[in-house]
């Protein structure tokens, strides 16, 4: 969805989407949701809201996959990109929440996929009490035990353990 610049008015304006997306980098499940509120300071448009979309993730512990709702709140200051006059660009740290647009209009869906995909854990997880996969046989740990030694300490440790013994 884009929106045209000139269409934001001084009072501001609402968007309300609800959009099914198929992003490669986001594994959606269900249509993406967001509730925006655009407003406009000199060439600035600020972006506050929040989008909410159903995500199905792979454990980073157990492998298995599972699903989890995102609801996170946006909040994105856009600056015409002539301002640094170059395509490329290196952010700073104050300039994290910030984002470029170029000509007239501001591209919704562009911004949606880049809150989702930066709001995505790096280590997803299906519960927090998650106990992963046995490293030696590849038991599913939350569901069954397994027989294996877990109490086998590397040899180059080995030297560690002696001062726990003192």
């Given at each position: 969805?884009?929106?045209?610049?000139?269409?934001?008015t001084d009072e501001g304006l609402?968007?309300?989407?609800?959009?099914?997306?198929?992003?490669?980098?986001?594994?959606?499940?269900?249509?993406?949701?967001a509730h925006l509120g655009l407003t406009k300071a000199h060439a600035e448009i600020i972006v506050s809201g929040n989008v909410t979309a159903e995500l199905e993730l792979e454990?980073?512990?157990?492998?298995?996959?599972?699903?989890?709702?995102?609801?996170?709140?946006?909040?994105?200051?856009?600056?015409?990109?002539?301002?640094?006059?170059?395509?490329?660009?290196?952010?700073?740290?104050?300039?994290?929440?910030?984002?470029?647009y170029k000509g007239e209009e501001l591209d919704l869906q562009e911004l949606l996929k880049e809150q989702l995909i930066l709001n995505?854990?790096?280590?997803?997880?299906?519960?927090?009490?998650?106990?992963?996969?046995?490293s030696h046989c590849g038991t599913d740990l939350n569901t069954e035990t397994c027989g294996c030694e877990t109490?086998?300490?590397?040899?180059?440790l080995e030297v560690l353990k002696k001062l726990f013994e003192k």
């Open positions: 969805m884009k929106i045209l610049i000139a269409d934001i609402e968007v309300d989407i609800e959009e099914s997306y198929r992003f490669e980098e986001v594994p959606l499940v269900s249509p993406v949701k454990c980073s512990r157990c492998l298995k996959r599972f699903r989890r709702v995102m609801d996170e709140p946006v909040n994105v200051v856009y600056h015409p990109i002539e301002e640094i006059g170059t395509d490329r660009h290196e952010l700073k740290d104050d300039e994290m929440d910030m984002g470029f995505i854990q790096m280590k997803p997880l299906c519960d927090e009490k998650c106990k992963g996969i046995c109490g086998k300490i590397d040899s180059r």
